[in-house]
């Protein structure tokens, strides 16, 4: 979920004229889709699922059908954010309760990745801000739930 959201919001913006403002965008969407392909590929990776995930990969795709029914980029890239979003929430439940299994470098190159959308935007409009705004307040939450037992290390030691 987390490669379709972001494709569908960049064909949606660029559907409504963004230009290279949205290629990290595009990037948030196409390295999960590296993953996921190399997940096949590596015989030690593995996935554990549970209801939750189930639940949040529902509300995912019910976010995409939804969009899907309105055909507006505007409401495509909300429903998009919405996403991935639920599609996110596993992964910060799973980094809050065990930190030590996530890395924090995709999620800080993310947020460093989203950044360069900005000064690349031409017109400031819902649907050239929107996606990237989600991504770098998802990937700073991320980076930081996963840092945070370090950061208390480092306030406890004080």
Do not use: H
């Not at 980029?73 to 998009?80: M, R, T």
């Not at 919405?82 to 599609?87: H, I, L, V």
């Not at 030590?100 to 959308?117: D, Q």
């Amino acid at each position: 979920m987390w490669s379709v959201a972001p494709l569908i919001a960049t064909a949606a913006a660029i559907s409504n004229g963004v230009g290279w403002a949205v290629l990290p965008v595009f990037m948030s969407g196409f390295a999960p889709l590296l993953v996921f392909i190399a997940s096949f590929v590596n015989p030690n990776s593995y996935w554990k699922l549970e209801r939750f995930d189930y639940f949040c990969g529902f509300c995912s795709v019910l976010a995409l059908i939804l969009w899907g029914i309105t055909r507006q980029p505007d409401i495509a890239i909300i429903f998009s954010i919405a996403s991935d979003g639920f599609a996110a929430v596993p992964t910060l439940i799973k980094s809050w309760r065990y930190p030590e299994t996530e890395s924090t470098t995709p999620f800080t190159t993310g947020i460093f990745n989203s950044l360069t959308s900005f000064p690349a935007i031409q017109i400031w409009a819902f649907s050239a801000y929107a996606f990237p705004v989600y991504l770098v307040v998802i990937n700073a939450a991320l980076s930081l739930v996963i840092l945070r037992s370090k950061i208390k290390l480092l306030f406890i030691k004080k």
